[in-house]
């Protein structure tokens, strides 16, 4: 946010009663002169003494005591004292309700405290005095962004930067909002001319390395990452309302899978610094800094970071702190090593898994050969999640085609558990493992097997809708106690402490796993599914007590 306004100071404390005037005026002065040199508790107290000096002599003008109020709330903002700096803003404002910058830092105040909508109303009062108040219109724009207003704040950032076309964070807020207004291209653009105009602005780097990524420009999204980490190797992020509650390290792979955060990372009570983690670098645990409480780590796909993994692993080691999901556990979430696992759980089917690695054999008689089981089988490339690349192929002629079509990678080969309900519909559903809970997340209802939310026809079907609104309030009803010790023993077995399963029931009732790992997505946007609303909030309220409880001294 750009910082409230301030009068210019005297050079140094001891000037500040050089100048004639009242007591209170005296102190006003000081208090300006103690806070540019790094002293704010003393400045405070000089404004304060200035108060009582105005109050005691009752005749002190308002324009000297609403600047007191107000300088007194900027200090106690910039100190984190919100309830010292809320008074006395109130009080400057009561007294003076013409202080444009005072309404402006009210509002900055209270979007600092994560208060979007009244930080809006309160910028909007600042503009009703002087609609071309720059910070007014500027932080305006990050309030209404964290209140989803995207297409309000795209309007005010394009009016912007047509009068500041050099300012590099106009360009860089610009991005933000094409971004969530799905502008992916348009937003790439704003990202690049911020770099252009800032070139050390690591931020817009990253925004770029992460679209040209989801874009599949693989280059051009390392180049981004890796002069994004030169120029700033810890990415931080203050909690939405200050003092955070503690400070967590996020280590992530910029180029490989990592737990989805944007909804579990919203409105964090936390101050987070994010450390991307390269191959070939090495990483001092002494320049990551002090206080940090927690370690997250976010790497999650152990297909498609195995290289970094035990680098992570050894940085968190070294660190010797709390670590949510530690990288040792993750490096053996492979379908084929979570096969391996899970063996052996009552009321528990888990289908054997196979690697193929690339340049293998892969004639009918080679496969006939490896194969360990003789039901259909499931194949996908290593490293691929979702529906694409992956079918299920009946003979071992559809297998070997399928495999052909691309011999330099590895694929995993997964045997077929029909999971087909009485009623002639698949049904796959989704728990996260949160700490010790078993949450649900949702469930799938289609006529395929390869099942997706996404991509089934539950919006058009009522009863589709209901019984997932059933399970998500009571799953207890779908999966019994048998079923719920299995889920138990997946998640004991897991050893994560956040992580999610896709599973389904066969006809005898036993819980038939599709895959376990720390990299399924939890969201917030259910759009046509609000009942599923509650449910992930419960899933978010978990995932808070979990980060409180591991952060908690010991």
Request: proline content about 5%; overall charge negative.
């Amino acid at each position: 946010m750009t910082p409230p306004n301030q009068i210019s100071p005297p050079a140094s404390a001891s000037a500040a009663n050089d100048t004639p005037g009242s007591i209170a005026q005296q102190q006003l002065r000081l208090g300006l002169a103690l806070y540019r040199e790094g002293k704010a508790t003393d400045a405070i107290a000089a404004f304060q003494q200035g108060l009582l000096d105005a109050e005691k002599s009752g005749m002190e003008s308002t324009e000297t005591v609403s600047e007191l109020h107000a300088r007194l709330g900027n200090v106690a903002a910039a100190c984190g004292d919100v309830q010292l700096a809320s008074e006395n803003y109130q009080a400057a404002l009561t007294i003076a309700p013409h202080l444009t910058n005072c309404w402006c830092s009210f509002a900055d105040l209270h979007l600092r405290c994560g208060q979007h909508q009244s930080a809006i109303e309160l910028y909007l009062q600042a503009l009703r005095l002087n609609p071309r108040h720059w910070a007014a219109r500027a932080n305006l724009v990050q309030a209404l962004m964290a209140g989803k207003q995207h297409l309000v704040a795209k309007a005010i950032l394009i009016e912007l930067k047509g009068e500041r076309p050099q300012d590099a964070r106009i360009h860089h807020l610009l991005g933000k909002a094409l971004f969530e207004l799905n502008e992916i291209e348009p937003a790439i653009a704003s990202f690049q001319e911020a770099v252009v105009l800032n070139p050390q602005d690591a931020e817009s780097l990253n925004w770029i390395g992460a679209l040209k990524q989801a874009a599949g420009d693989e280059r051009a999204a390392q180049t981004a990452y890796a002069e994004a980490a030169r120029i700033e190797p810890l990415i931080r992020r203050p909690a939405v309302q200050q003092p955070a509650e503690f400070r967590v390290l996020a280590l992530y792979a910029p180029f490989g899978g990592n737990t989805p955060t944007e909804y579990l990372f919203q409105d964090a009570f936390f101050d987070t610094d994010t450390l991307a983690l390269f191959p070939e670098r090495e990483y001092d645990t002494a320049a990551l800094g002090e206080n940090i409480h927690l370690v997250i780590n976010l790497v999650s796909d152990a297909d498609q970071t195995g290289a970094l993994l035990p680098l992570a692993a050894d940085l968190v080691d070294r660190l010797g702190l709390p670590t949510l999901n530690h990288p040792r556990r993750i490096a053996q979430t492979t379908r084929d090593a979570v096969a391996a696992l899970l063996g052996g759980i009552p009321h528990c089917r888990v289908p054997q898994a196979l690697r193929l690695p690339a340049g293998a054999d892969c004639s009918e008689a080679a496969l006939k050969a490896l194969l360990p089981f003789t039901s259909s089988c499931l194949a996908r490339p290593v490293g691929t999640h979702g529906g694409d690349d992956f079918e299920k192929v009946e003979d071992l002629a559809g297998l070997s085609a399928f495999l052909s079509q691309r011999p330099d990678h590895d694929h995993y080969l997964i045997e077929y558990i029909d999971y087909l309900s009485a009623d002639g519909y698949f049904r796959k559903y989704r728990f996260i493992f949160v700490d010790d809970q078993i949450l649900p997340y949702h469930l799938c209802i289609g006529r395929d097997w390869k099942l997706h939310h996404i991509n089934t026809d539950m919006a058009h079907h009522a009863w589709m809708q209901q019984e997932e609104a059933a399970f998500l309030n009571q799953s207890a009803a779908v999966f019994g106690p048998a079923q719920m010790q299995a889920l138990q023993d997946i998640r004991a077995r897991m050893g994560l402490d956040y992580c999610g399963i896709d599973c389904g029931l066969d006809r005898d009732g036993n819980v038939v796993v599709f895959e376990v790992n720390a990299s399924m997505l939890v969201h917030a946007r259910n759009e046509g599914f609000l009942y599923k609303t509650p449910a992930v909030e419960r899933i978010k309220r978990a995932y808070d007590a979990m980060l409180r409880k591991l952060a908690r001294p010991r």
